[in-house]
């Protein structure tokens, strides 16, 4: 299982990026995913999740402003991030859970300027 995570980059408060995650090596249509961001000396947080029916749900901090979608013909998630402020610096990773272990991208960084 391979998860390729890309998109991310700098961007002024206010603005926008769209954060893409790849899979490979499983059925990506059957899969929960998961978007997490990490900032140093931070514990990982859980930002938006997607199951395999395409239900969403988002952390309180991004909710209204973050919308993780998939397309399963593509095996890809993406994580369309708008309003986007200095708080959501971090490195940003996708995770799926497959056959009781989880694998995860590498993390794209985003930095959010004031």
């Known amino acids: 299982v391979q998860l390729q995570a890309s998109g991310g980059g700098l961007v002024q408060a206010g603005g926008s990026l769209r954060l893409s995650c790849a899979a490979s090596g499983i059925n990506f249509r059957d899969y929960t995913m998961n978007w997490y961001r990490q900032t140093p000396g931070q514990e990982r947080e859980l930002v938006a999740t997607?199951?395999?029916?395409?239900?969403?749900d988002y952390a309180d901090s991004v909710r209204g402003r973050f919308t993780v979608s998939r397309d399963n013909v593509r095996r890809t998630m993406y994580l369309q991030m708008n309003s986007l402020k200095p708080d959501d610096t971090a490195v940003y990773s996708c995770?799926?859970?497959?056959?009781?272990?989880?694998?995860w991208g590498q993390g794209t960084e985003v930095t959010v300027s004031s």
């Open positions: 995770k799926t859970a497959y056959r009781g272990r989880n694998y």
């Open positions: 997607i199951t395999s029916g395409s239900t969403t």
